[in-house]
């Protein structure tokens, strides 16, 4: 059973949720281990004392010794097609987390936690190679707890940072029919809460959580506080009720610095909607939720001070 110092081990530790959660816990008092495929990019993690582990997910031979001593392991890795490597994408999903669900199970790891996303119609491949993922990790490995969330807001989530640039960037906007789906998102901060009580709750094993934040809103709606946050005119949005995610990913790589590879399975995401439909899980944590309009401010704040 996991104790409230409980030593973990972080993959992904050095992008935008790893980096933070890998911080949080070590300040928290857990021993944390962080698995990263170079250590030289990983000298602030070393800094706030954490020990670093040189390992791929997608080489299973470097994983050996990963997960020795450790109680609970986090599986933050997600490529979204990243640097345009989208042929065998989600092959490539499996086989990191089959590595990685062996490497936990051989080594004696009590709980894996994963970070996936809300949306359960298959129109998407980003969001069904996440649930194949978690899938992947619970039969093959530890007991799982499997947190499921909608868009994260936070100064370098992809899907914040394409809402800031569009409405800073286009004086009107083209309106594709996913701007009226709803989704559920959840601050940064709030996601990182979720997340380090985990490590502390060992009875969520075995448990499906939803998160999302108090508000649920359109993309559209999305757009307009943002603008507000801005301190801009709201976009003028020109209705394009043809525009396919694939029209709508090649717009947003035009006008946002999102990377070419991500912004097409960021916007197949845009396109299911992603509301929480059970809140049971949530009821396990004590997480004050923060609004949708002061997720966005803390956001730019944070971006605007990097």
């Known amino acids: 059973m996991a104790t409230d110092r409980s030593r973990v081990l972080v993959t992904g530790a050095t992008g ?27 000298e602030a993690l070393a800094r706030a004392g954490c020990t670093l582990h040189e390992g791929d997910v997608l080489d299973r031979d470097t994983l050996a010794g990963a997960g ?11 490529s979204m097609g990243r640097g345009g490597k989208r042929s065998g994408f989600a092959e490539r ?4 987390a089959a590595n990685f669900a062996a490497m936990a199970r051989e080594e004696g790891i009590a709980r894996v936690v994963y970070l996936g996303g809300l949306g359960d119609q ?7 190679s996440r649930a194949e993922t978690a899938a992947v990790l619970g039969r093959e490995g530890p007991p799982l707890t499997w947190f499921r969330a909608g868009m994260v807001i936070g100064a370098q989530s992809e899907g914040y940072r394409a809402l800031r640039y569009l ?4 004086p009107a906007m083209i309106a594709p029919a996913w701007l009226r789906n709803r989704t559920q998102p959840i601050a940064i901060d709030d996601v990182l809460a979720y997340l380090v009580q985990a490590a502390e709750r060992p009875d969520t094993a075995g448990r499906e959580i939803q998160i999302g934040g108090p508000d649920v809103v359109t993309y559209a709606d999305l757009l307009a506080l943002m603008a507000d946050v801005l ?9 394009v009720p043809l525009l396919t995610p694939w029209l709508s990913s090649l717009w947003i790589g035009l006008v946002t610095p999102v990377d070419a590879g991500v912004a097409r399975p960021l916007v197949e995401s845009l396109a299911v909607e992603t509301v ?31």
């Not at 890998?22 to 021993?31: D, F, K, Q, S």
């Not at 020795?68 to 997600?78: I, S, T």
């Not at 999903?93 to 990191?96: K, L, P, V």
């Not at 298959?122 to 069904?128: D, I, Q, R, V, Y």
Request: glycine residues 8%; hydrophobic residues 40%; contains cysteine.
């Open 16 to 42: 935008f949720v790893g980096g933070r959660l890998a911080t949080e816990l070590a300040e928290r008092g857990h021993p944390v281990r962080c698995l990263v495929r170079d250590s030289g990019r990983a």
């Open 68 to 78: 020795a001593g450790v109680e609970v392991a986090y599986y933050l890795v997600h």
């Open 93 to 96: 999903e499996r086989r990191a």
């Open 122 to 128: 298959p129109g998407s491949e980003h969001l069904a």
């Open 167 to 170: 409405v800073k960037r286009l």
């Open 231 to 239: 301190g801009v005119r709201r976009r003028p949005q020109v209705p």
């Open 276 to 306: 929480v439909t059970d809140t049971s899980g949530q009821e396990l944590f004590d997480v004050e939720l923060t609004p949708a309009l002061e997720a966005l401010r803390r956001a730019s704040a944070a971006e605007t001070a990097r």
